[in-house]
């Protein structure tokens, strides 16, 4: 018979032990937190005067995939979060029809302060907020990389890349298998460049299967 003082015992004894796995799971999680705390109070370049709030990225701290975007714009400038606007919402739509859950992957960009205008972050602005990405690679550890357009391919791959040349190829750097493919907001200018998006996504795809 169910006793409610044993079963309380029970799991009293077993609380210490779930609390040490569970932190130890959690650590990925604390880190990215507190250098999301150390990004917030950034002053290393001039994106951060004319930003609302810094965008550090979002998703599963343990995540095997991790997807790496431009920089923030209007929608994630205002909201703290990485592609919420309409380039956000295709790349919902581009996760979806690959299989993923948005929770599941981790979503993160090359610079977090919005760039003025939306104009491309300079080479300067680039270089003082790298190191932040590479450190939420190192604790995110993923297994894949997909750079989105050509900031996140240069930035991470090699800069003198051209999208269209290396996109939907694998490398491995970073303890990982990295991938280019176009930008979200390229497909909203240029239909043409939804079939190749889908054919890299069906390579990550196969991929992440691989890994489970
Ligand atoms: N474009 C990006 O590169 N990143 C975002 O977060 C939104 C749009």
Redesign the pocket.
Known sequence: MFDLLTEAKRCARQAPQQTTAQAAADKPGEALAALQQEVAACSRCRLRESATQT?FGEGNPQAKLMF??????A??DRLG????????RL?DKILAAAGFAREEVY????VKCRPPK?RLPARDEVNACLPYLLRQLALIRPQIIVC??A??TQSLLDDKARISVVRGRWFDKYNAKIMATY???ALLRDATKKRPVWEDMKQVRDLYRKLQ
């Open positions: 965008v790496v975007g431009e920089g923030p714009g929608e994630e979060r990485p592609f919420v606007g309409a380039a956000g790349l979503i993160a960009n090359v939306n989105l357009g900031l996140a930008h979200p907001a």
